[in-house]
């Protein structure tokens, strides 16, 4: 009997394949980050590794099948939930201004410095030089949340204000790119379309969080009822997986959704005017107990994705204009966000931890290029230099961030 073709995966790769590139880079992924670890090296930096190797840029042994890519964005997802679920929303709260101001400058700094180099240094088309700004704005909140948890700073006063500027730099992203893929369609600015989209957004941010809670506490009240706590897992994965695909039909990316899931669901969400809907700690221990494992498994997924995602061989590394521009844009990418975290109060190195932790592009920064390059706004050579910035700052990103957090 023929095997079914697997729905969601890539012509020619049948159920069984799909199984076996799981399970290559789940033990992949988890081999070069061990690897890594005991190297002194962050672990994600040995499962984007994995990917590369495993993809095509070396071997090609597995391609980024939309299946993968499912699984990849679960990961994401989930991860999110898991910063949420553990942050502490007070110190979130205090730290709301800076993080804002962190936000902002870290997506207006790149995507002008990539703008100006881009349009005025190298004369390339107005909107190849958009893009290409746009895709230096972007922060993989994925990989800098990893990179702090595997150091054992995620909850400190400077983690906090990177958690809260990458998920408003995430908004600024998706922002930016409506903006553009208008722009690429029509050459003018619709700024009321925009205006829109950041309003569904706004809304979205503050009352998710409410609603998440009033369902998290029916699921409680259903479970007290049926005397079966077993049921939690499922049905908060469902509400994880409910509120990403509200916050997608809000026009924010599915992570916000899953990161306002986890808030609502953590210890700290304590307001006095919604107290009648407390969690009991029984209920939140059952949650992480049933959630927690899942991220483990699934979240490197994501990380080995991004390296799969990357093709270094569509880079042609002989050409003196790729190195030139590549290098420019580089230097604007890291310092547009090493700045960013000057403009919080404290110590040298929390400023420039907060600086370098916004400094990693991952797979945001390739959705930018593979939108850009579908619309026809950016070249070949475009394309290959947006690669190539997004690789460099995503594997630096984590080695610098770990000198200085440890210095």
Same mark, same amino acid.
């Given at each position: 009997?023929?095997?079914?073709? +697997?729905?969601g995966?890539?012509?020619?790769?049948?159920?069984?394949?799909?199984?076996?590139?799981?399970?290559?880079?789940?033990?992949?992924?988890?081999?070069?980050? $061990?690897i890594?670890?005991r190297m002194?090296?962050?672990?994600?930096?040995?499962?984007?590794?994995?990917?590369?190797?495993l *993809?095509? %840029?070396?071997?090609?042994?597995?391609?980024?099948?939309?299946?993968?890519?499912?699984?990849?964005?679960?990961?994401? &997802?989930?991860l999110?939930?898991?910063?949420?679920l553990?942050a502490?929303?007070? $110190?979130?709260?205090?730290v709301?201004?800076?993080?804002?101001? @962190?936000?902002?400058?870290?997506?207006?700094?790149?995507?002008? *410095?990539?703008f100006?180099? !881009?349009?005025?240094?190298?004369?390339?088309?107005?909107?190849?030089?958009l893009?290409?700004?746009?895709?230096?704005?972007? +922060?993989?909140?994925?990989?800098?949340?990893?990179?702090?948890?595997d150091?054992?700073?995620?909850?400190?006063?400077?983690?906090?204000?990177?958690?809260?500027?990458?998920?408003l730099?995430?908004?600024l *992203?998706?922002?930016?790119?409506?903006?553009?893929?208008?722009?690429?369609k029509?050459?003018?600015?619709?700024?009321?379309? +925009?205006g829109?989209?950041?309003?569904? &957004?706004?809304?979205?941010?503050?009352?998710? #969080?409410?609603?998440?809670?009033?369902? /998290?506490k029916l699921?409680s009240?259903?479970?007290?009822r049926l005397?079966?706590?077993? &049921?939690? #897992?499922?049905?908060?994965?469902?509400?994880?997986?409910?509120?990403?695909?509200?916050?997608?039909?809000?026009?924010? #990316?599915?992570?916000l959704g899953?990161?306002? /899931?986890?808030?609502?669901l953590?210890?700290?969400?304590n307001?006095?005017l919604?107290?009648?809907?407390?969690?009991?700690d029984q209920?939140?221990?059952?949650?992480?107990?049933?959630?927690?494992?899942?991220?483990?498994v699934?979240a490197?997924?994501?990380?080995v !994705? @991004?390296?799969?995602a990357?093709?270094?061989?569509?880079?042609?590394f002989?050409?003196?204009?790729?190195?030139?521009?590549?290098?420019?844009?580089?230097?604007?990418?890291?310092?547009?966000? @090493?700045?960013?975290?000057f403009? &919080?109060?404290?110590s040298?190195?929390?400023?420039? %931890?907060?600086g370098?932790?916004?400094m990693?592009?991952?797979?945001?920064?390739l959705?930018?290029?593979?939108? *850009?390059? %579908?619309?026809? /706004?950016?070249?070949? @050579?475009?394309y290959?230099?947006?690669?190539?910035?997004?690789?460099?700052?995503?594997?630096?990103? #984590?080695?610098?961030?770990?000198?200085?957090?440890? %210095?």
């Open positions: 009997m023929a095997a079914a073709a +697997t729905p995966a890539e012509a020619g790769v049948d159920i069984h394949t799909l199984f076996l590139h799981i399970a290559i880079i789940l033990i992949a992924g988890k081999t070069f980050g $061990t890594f670890k002194g090296i962050p672990p994600v930096l040995g499962e984007v590794t994995a990917g590369i190797i *993809g095509q %840029s070396l071997l090609g042994l597995i391609p980024l099948s939309e299946a993968i890519k499912v699984l990849a964005e679960l990961g994401v &997802i989930l999110l939930f898991q910063v949420g553990e502490d929303i007070q $110190t979130l709260v205090r709301g201004v800076w993080s804002a101001a @962190v936000a902002f400058l870290g997506a207006v700094l790149p995507f002008f *410095g990539g100006i180099i !881009s349009y005025y240094v190298f004369d390339l088309p107005l909107i190849s030089s893009f290409i700004g746009g895709a230096l704005t972007a +922060t993989s909140i994925g990989i800098t949340v990893r990179v702090l948890t150091l054992g700073k995620h909850r400190d006063r400077f983690a906090q204000i990177v958690l809260g500027a990458a998920v730099d995430d908004i *992203g998706v922002v930016i790119l409506a903006a553009l893929y208008e722009f690429s029509t050459q003018t600015v619709n700024l009321e379309a +925009t829109r989209l950041v309003f569904d &957004i706004a809304v979205f941010f503050l009352f998710a #969080p409410f609603i998440a809670r009033a369902v /998290a699921i009240f259903v479970v007290d005397k079966d706590i077993d &049921i939690i #897992p499922s049905a908060i994965l469902s509400l994880v997986l409910f509120t990403g695909h509200v916050a997608y039909r809000a026009g924010s #990316p599915e992570i899953a990161f306002t /899931a986890g808030l609502a953590s210890r700290s969400f307001f006095p919604v107290s009648f809907l407390k969690l009991s209920v939140i221990h059952k949650i992480e107990e049933g959630i927690l494992p899942l991220v483990w699934v490197p997924i994501f990380f !994705s @991004v390296g799969l990357l093709n270094l061989k569509a880079i042609d002989s050409s003196a204009d790729f190195w030139i521009l590549s290098l420019s844009l580089i230097v604007v990418a890291i310092l547009g966000k @090493v700045l960013s975290g403009v &919080i109060g404290g040298l190195r929390e400023r420039l %931890s907060v370098i932790s916004m990693p592009r991952g797979e945001v920064g959705i930018f290029a593979e939108f *850009g390059r %579908s619309f026809k /706004a950016i070249d070949d @050579v475009g290959a230099v947006v690669v190539f910035v997004v690789a460099v700052t995503t594997l630096i990103a #984590p080695l610098l961030l770990k000198i200085t957090v440890r %210095s």
